[in-house]
């Protein structure tokens, strides 16, 4: 097995990084704050000065630039989980077996 670390960035993408971060943390358009900005916008609307830090920090970061497609896959995986359906949503091929419905029931109640 291999245990090669990934190349490093290309040394234009390192000084531009090193470069703007501050800046970028002083504007609140560090990662940290456009990870909040896409939480905050799956409950709320943004306001302008918000939506304007978040398009411009996607428009700098690549590293950030799938959090919203990925805040509304999460989204839409919540709204499924949480429909009130009594019947559960398994394809009629995909059905527990009895003896992992035990299992999974013994598992549960162990727990605290």
Known sequence: ???HSPPPPPLSYRLMQRLMWPV???LGMSCKSTYELCSTQMDR???FS???RLRLHLLICSSCR???AQFKGL???VHVACDHDSEPHLDSTAQLTEESKDRIRESLSKKP
């Open 75 to 77: 989204k839409k995986l």
């Open 45 to 47: 609307k943004l306001s």
């Open 24 to 26: 970028l943390k002083v």
């Open 1 to 3: 097995m291999n245990n």
């Open 66 to 68: 799938h959090l919203p």
């Open 50 to 52: 918000e939506s304007l």
